[in-house]
């Protein structure tokens, strides 16, 4: 294994740990927060946090699934087990979100009184505080290994201090005598959270489709394969991300007259130049001759 993809995949198991440790304590706090204050928007983020914790135990799994190397059952990896967990991700974001909105409403229609709304300021201040410290460290990882399920978890952190700042200004409004924003806000939350898990299934199932890669990184590889002047054309290119794997398939067009290996000796110059731009590729260059 190349040395950038072990040190990626050591960021994801660390990274999918810290994920899953962080939703559990915040578990525990919001549990004990909403038993005392029986704040709906109380219990909406501690909603958001089990659905985290379980998403993030997929990943977890997921993740350690996905960086096992080609075997012969399959010959492309297991990449897409990324795909897979963010696909559940968004499943079990949905019914979170669903659950939510169904005690929201019960509770505008039979309204009760929130209560140590100060013990629960508290508590999310300090919520909100490990979630962007969880967030600074996913967005690191990102950065470095663009893995589909860790955007798809920090989409979920980042939802969580949304809801957190929700909840604060709920229990603040509780305390003037306006219990009603409680459930209000909750409601809002809800609808956020279901964004969420519509943009995490549509990006899981581009992965799972094959959907090509960025425009952008299509349009750097042709010009990187035209850059040799024994190249006279490209085609056939086409694209796909599994996991933490690029796979790029496309035809060279070049002079007749070049030689097998010459023609080789081409292909293996532009499928260097390409690994190099796009890390972590699995390249294969078919030679065709030019025909004007």
């Known amino acids: 294994m190349p040395e950038a993809t072990e040190k990626n995949a050591t960021l994801l198991k660390r990274v999918t740990l810290a994920s899953t440790l962080t939703a559990l304590v915040l578990i525990a706090l919001k549990l004990v927060t909403w038993l005392w204050t029986g704040s709906v928007s109380m219990l909406a983020s501690l909603v958001d946090s089990a659905m985290d914790a379980i998403a993030s135990l997929i990943n977890l799994l997921a993740v350690r699934y996905a960086l096992v190397p080609a075997d012969d059952d399959h010959r492309f990896g297991h990449g897409k087990a990324e795909s897979l967990a963010g696909l559940a991700q968004a499943a079990f974001i949905s019914g979170s979100a669903l659950f939510l909105l169904l005690h929201a409403v019960d509770r505008i229609l039979h309204p009760a009184p929130v209560q140590r709304t100060t013990l629960g300021i508290a508590v999310i201040v300090f919520s909100l505080a490990l979630t962007l410290a969880l967030l600074t460290y996913q967005r690191y990882v990102i950065r470095h290994t663009g893995s589909v399920a860790i955007r798809a978890d920090a989409l979920h952190y980042a939802t969580d201090v949304l809801s957190n700042?929700?909840?604060?200004?709920?229990?603040?409004?509780?305390?003037?005598?306006?219990?009603?924003?409680?459930?209000?806000?909750?409601?809002?939350?809800?609808?956020?959270?279901?964004?969420?898990?519509?943009?995490?299934?549509?990006?899981?199932?581009?992965?799972?489709?094959?959907?090509?890669?960025?425009?952008?990184?299509?349009?750097?590889?042709?010009?990187?394969?035209?850059?040799?002047?024994?190249?006279?054309?490209?085609?056939?290119?086409?694209?796909?991300?599994?996991?933490?794997?690029?796979?790029?398939?496309?035809?060279?067009?070049?002079?007749?007259?070049?030689?097998?290996?010459?023609?080789?000796?081409?292909?293996?110059?532009?499928?260097?130049?390409?690994?190099?731009?796009?890390?972590?590729s699995d390249v294969i260059i078919h030679q065709d001759p030019w025909l004007g």
């Open 165 to 280: 700042l929700g909840v604060i200004a709920a229990l603040l409004l509780a305390q003037f005598g306006l219990p009603i924003f409680d459930p209000i806000l909750a409601i809002a939350i809800a609808g956020y959270i279901l964004i969420g898990a519509w943009r995490i299934g549509r990006d899981s199932l581009d992965h799972l489709m094959d959907r090509e890669l960025d425009d952008a990184v299509r349009e750097g590889i042709k010009q990187l394969a035209l850059e040799h002047t024994e190249v006279r054309g490209i085609h056939e290119l086409r694209t796909r991300r599994a996991g933490q794997t690029s796979f790029i398939q496309l035809h060279l067009e070049m002079e007749p007259q070049l030689t097998l290996a010459e023609a080789h000796a081409i292909a293996d110059m532009v499928e260097a130049q390409i690994r190099a731009a796009v890390p972590a």
